[in-house]
């Protein structure tokens, strides 16, 4: 059963940094493309980046570009996703998921993705 889960959240100051994983277990993540996504309160869960199996391609949306890098260790069966100058509007559960859309684009929306791990809540407030 493939199972992903997520940590490093916490509570952050505006301008602060932390550093998510996603880990998988039952199951080895090299063959997938894994994205990042958010849901605030009250709000649409949205995609915030997605990367290749290989690592080799990387996408982010557009509020979160220069300020937050993807990343993976397949020898650790571990995604990462670094947040830079963190905004009080970046507070909300951050996902990690499998993706299932084309191998040759990395496209950001929900439906595209499955086996969602149960989340790690990110706060930036001062």
């Known amino acids: 059963q493939l199972q992903l889960v997520e940590s490093g959240g916490g509570l952050v100051q505006p301008g602060g940094s932390l550093r998510l994983s996603c880990a998988a277990s039952?199951?080895?993540?090299?063959?997938?493309?894994i994205g990042w996504f958010r849901q605030a309160p009250g709000k649409e869960r949205e995609g915030v980046s997605c990367i290749s199996s290989t690592g080799s391609r990387t996408t982010y949306a557009d509020s979160v570009k220069g300020r937050f890098t993807i990343s993976r260790d397949n020898a650790k069966n571990t995604v990462y996703l670094e947040m830079n100058s963190l905004k009080l509007e970046d507070t909300a559960v951050y996902y990690c998921a499998t993706y299932g859309g084309p191998s040759t684009v990395l496209i950001l929306r929900r439906e595209l993705f499955g086996s969602w791990g149960p989340g790690t809540q990110v706060t930036v407030s001062s």
């Open positions: 039952g199951f080895t993540l090299d063959t997938y493309a």
